[in-house]
């Protein structure tokens, strides 16, 4: 008799169990969920699926997050409030054009303008966005957004300059960043090594003892 009584409550149990599951699985079951339509929440149920196995959209370009940006160099630790960032839209390679997400951060509610120009070392050329447009007002943390499209023309380290100018109570303030920029593995092409051959100065001969 008391066999009996244990298997029928370990049946119970089980049977409890299960149910449990199938309410958490399956919300649209009578008693279960709070729904009284079956197909939407089954419809509501697929959505949720689907949109969990999507992987998430790349940003568009031009309008990355401000986080997965990286923060240019700045040549002096003093200048106009300023914050700049960037991001390579591609890996740059040569005789590729690619183009360069910037972001322009004003750290201040006094300014009154603010613009930028772009200029590449040698090696490389700036082909596209070389000025950035005159911006009044700019809201002080809101990104100026701006593309600058470049072209590597050889293999190398090279960079890109940025010159902000900031308008702030009838003066004008610079200030300089530094984008770098590796074309292919970085090295030196066969031509920059020729030009660095030919500008170093020829060697003296040695005076013949006599």
């Known amino acids: 008799m008391q066999g009996v009584t244990r298997k029928t ?7 409890v169990l299960l149910v449990l599951l199938a309410c958490a699985a399956l919300p649209w079951l009578n008693g279960c969920g709070s729904t009284d339509n079956p197909q939407a929440a089954t419809r509501s149920y697929n959505a949720k699926a689907r949109k969990a196995h999507q992987p998430a959209e790349p940003s568009r370009p031009g309008a990355e997050d401000l986080a997965d940006m990286v923060a240019a160099a700045s040549a002096t630790k003093t200048g106009p409030p300023v914050e700049m960032k960037f991001a390579l839209q591609q ?35 700036v082909v596209g966005g070389a000025e950035m ?9 809101t990104p100026l957004r701006h593309m600058v499209r470049i072209l590597p023309k050889r293999e190398g380290i090279f960079a890109v300059t940025v010159t ?7 003066t004008r303030a610079t200030r300089t960043f530094s984008i770098p920029v590796i074309a292919g593995d970085g090295s030196p092409g066969p031509a920059a090594a020729s030009e660095a051959g030919a500008s170093k100065p020829a060697a003296r001969p040695e005076a013949t003892k006599g």
Do not use: H, Y
């Open 91 to 125: 890996r740059p390679e040569v005789g590729q054009p690619m183009d360069v997400s910037i972001a322009m951060i004003p750290r201040s509610a006094t300014l009154d303008s603010l613009s930028a120009s772009f200029e590449a070392s040698e090696g490389l050329e």
């Open 164 to 170: 902000v100018n900031v308008d702030s109570a009838n």
């Open 9 to 15: 409550e370990r049946f119970f149990r089980t049977s």
């Open 133 to 141: 447009p005159r911006s009044d007002k700019p809201v002080l943390g």
